[in-house]
């Protein structure tokens, strides 16, 4: 639901760390009463509004509504929630483009995080109608309602880890939360077991695999001749007939 009007501090501008050591430094200089010091203070106030400004205008007209930059942030993020991809969002000639829409991701970071929260529901929408289209099959349409069922929740996938495949969720896991010498003791302990691995891995990577001392692995004592046997007659060698004929 888009709001009457969406405030500017719901989207704020990226501030990058530069800006943010620029602007401390000018507002502490005109504390201590520098004219040009108090002159870049005004101009970097001005370039601030001047920026807000130019995003408050209003600059679309959908469906008899005007939406200035704010408000049609919102307006995408609740289409999208809605279970709209941004392509068709956005295909309209009244709408944004897509190369607007990611650049607005990038200067605004609460924008991008809204639009992925929405992705995550579209993705909850898709994965339940997979369902509802399993369970509504029947034998006539079973072919056809499996390949919709496979799409949309590879589509759910995608966008919602909810509906990812748990095998993958636990490796995942697993090599995060492994450090940098148990990964390279596991991709040694494959290379050793196929050697043929070794051509795909980075030669930086070869080298510091190479440098390591090889895997000990333990030999476990092997008895063939059973419990009772003496380890002594098991090692002599065999007896030659012709040179001990019997008496």
């Known amino acids: 639901m888009v709001t009457k009007g969406t405030p500017s501090h719901k989207y704020p ?3 990058s760390a530069k800006d943010k050591k620029k602007s401390y430094e000018v507002r502490l200089a005109a504390q201590f009463g520098d004219r040009k010091a108090h002159e870049r203070l005004a101009a970097y106030n001005r370039r601030r509004k001047e920026r807000k400004m130019e995003a408050s205008k209003i600059e679309w007209e959908v469906d008899g509504l005007k939406f200035n930059r704010y408000r049609m942030m919102d307006f995408i993020v609740s289409r999208v929630a809605n279970g709209e991809p941004l392509d068709e969002v956005c295909g309209p000639e009244q709408m944004p483009s897509m190369l607007e829409v990611y650049s607005w991701m990038d200067n605004h970071p609460a924008f991008a995080t809204a639009l992925r929260r929405a992705e995550e529901v579209r993705g909850h929408r898709l994965g339940e109608e997979a369902l509802r289209i399993a369970l509504a099959t029947d034998r006539e349409n079973v072919a056809a309602d499996k390949l919709k069922f496979e799409a949309l929740s590879k589509a759910a996938a995608r966008t919602n880890a909810r509906f990812q495949d748990k095998q993958i969720q636990v490796q995942q896991d697993e090599y995060s939360n492994m450090t940098a010498d148990q990964i390279k003791d596991r991709v ?12 795909v891995l980075p030669v930086e990577m070869r080298s510091s695999l190479e440098t390591q001392e090889p895997l000990d692995v333990p030999v476990l004592p092997m008895n063939d001749h059973g419990e009772s046997g003496n380890a002594d007659e098991a ?13």
């Open 235 to 247: 090692d002599a060698e065999p007896i030659d007939p012709e040179d001990h004929p019997s008496e």
């Open 13 to 15: 501008y990226r501030t």
């Open 188 to 199: 040694r302990r494959m290379i050793e077991a196929s050697p043929e691995l070794r051509s």
